[in-house]
Antibody
Framework: EVQLVESGGGLVKPGGSLRLSCAAS????????MNWVRQAPGKGLEWVSS????????YYADSVKGRFTISRDNAKNSLFLQMNSLRAEDTSVYYC????????WGQGTLVTVSS | DIQMTQSPSSLSASVGDRVTITCRAS??????LGWYQQKPGKAPKRLIY???SLQSGVPSRFSGSGSGTEFTLTISSLQPEDFATYYC?????????FGQGTKVEIK
């Protein structure tokens, strides 16, 4: 069974940092591109970042470029999102999503940026 | 960036109704489009991939069509469990972009 389990969310002050993790199981993680997508409370979906299977290609939304860093550890079947200089508008549920044509989503982890 | 214009933003329908949701891309995306269903408090679930292919396990009342710039999701006979919000997503080029969402409510 495919599973994606996000962790690392929480409450952080503006300007602070958080590192999200996504533990993958039930599929060959190292062969899939992976992505982060977020959803602000009561709002629509927003693509955040993507990383290719071997980390060769990395892409970011303009809204997070220079502040967020995506990475992965294929040996540990894990995806990460390092989030720095957090802003109130980064408050969202962050989803870990599998695939170039994104097929499977984790349950999400809530990040709240507030003083 | 490719803009995805989804319509309507909401609709009210009855069980058994046929429902159609449309997404228009600001430039051609081939068939690099998926449709997703999201229920409150839950993660999105893919219904359709490559514009018209039904995801395994998804009921056959869901169908997708289109290519290039015009895409449609159709629910042939709306069921109680279909009341949710639906999104399209283009993954043809970065940044990926979602439609604004369509909330399907009970009439």
């Amino acid at each position: 069974e495919v599973q994606l389990v996000e962790s690392g969310g929480g409450l952080v002050k503006p300007g602070g940092s958080l590192r999200l993790s996504c533990a993958a199981s039930g599929f060959t993680f190292s062969t899939y591109n992976m992505n982060w997508v977020r959803q602000a409370p009561g709002k629509g979906l927003e693509w955040v970042s993507s990383i290719s299977s071997s980390s060769t290609y990395i892409y970011y939304a303009d809204s997070v470029k220079g502040r967020f860093t995506i990475s992965r550890d294929n040996a540990k079947n894990s995806l990460f999102l390092q989030m720095n200089s957090l802003r109130a508008e980064d408050t969202s549920v962050y989803y870990c999503v599998r695939g170039q044509g994104p097929s499977f989503w984790g349950q999400g982890t809530l990040v709240t940026v507030s003083s | 960036d490719i803009q995805m214009t989804q319509s309507p933003s909401s609709l009210s329908a009855s069980v058994g109704d046929r429902v159609t949701i449309t997404c228009r891309a600001s430039q051609g995306i081939g068939n690099d489009l998926g449709w997703y269903q999201q229920k409150p408090g839950k993660a999105p679930k893919r219904l359709i991939y490559a514009a018209s292919s039904l995801q395994s396990g998804v009921p056959s009342r869901f169908s997708g069509s289109g290519s290039g710039t015009e895409f449609t999701l159709t629910i042939s006979s709306l069921q109680p469990e279909d009341f949710a919000t639906y999104y399209c997503l283009q993954h043809n080029s970065y940044p990926w972009t979602f439609g604004q969402g369509t909330k399907v409510e009970i009439k």
